[in-house]
Nanobody, 120 residues
Framework: QVQLVESGGGLVQAGGSLRLSCAAS????????MGWYRQAPGKQRELVAL???????NYADSVKGRFTISRDNAKNTVYLEMNSLKPEDTAAYYC??????????????WGQGTQVTVSA
């Protein structure tokens, strides 16, 4: 059974830090990338950070310099270190795992989401 278990969300004051983790298991295909998306009420889901199988990273402009994505391949886990948090970072954060199947076709798996709330 495919499982993406997220943890690390919570309530924090502006300027504080949180570390999110997502442990993936049972993924039947090659993992191309792992990342984090977030969605605030009334807003579209947006990419926060991404790390590819080759180690390349990509960040949303709004989090550059504050967030760091990393991975532990042995544990099949991706992390998101969030520093200098702002109220605008408040959202449900979703772990994403992108896999590659035959002929280069991709398929995405999603975690249930973990809530991050940053108070002013």
């Amino acid at each position: 059974q495919v499982q993406l278990v997220e943890s690390g969300g919570g309530l924090v004051q502006a300027g504080g830090s949180l570390r999110l983790s997502c442990a993936a298991s049972g993924i039947p295909f090659r993992i191309d990338a792992m990342g984090w998306y977030r969605q605030a009420p009334g807003k579209q889901r947006e990419l926060v950070a991404l790390i590819t199988s080759g180690g390349s990273t990509n960040y949303a402009d709004s989090v550059k310099g504050r967030f760091t994505i990393s991975r532990d391949n042995a544990k099949n886990t991706v992390y998101l270190e969030m520093n200098s948090l702002k109220p605008e970072d408040t959202a449900a954060y979703y772990c994403n795992v992108r896999t590659v199947r035959v002929f280069g076709n991709t398929y995405d798996y999603w975690g249930q989401g973990t809530q991050v709330t940053v108070s002013a």
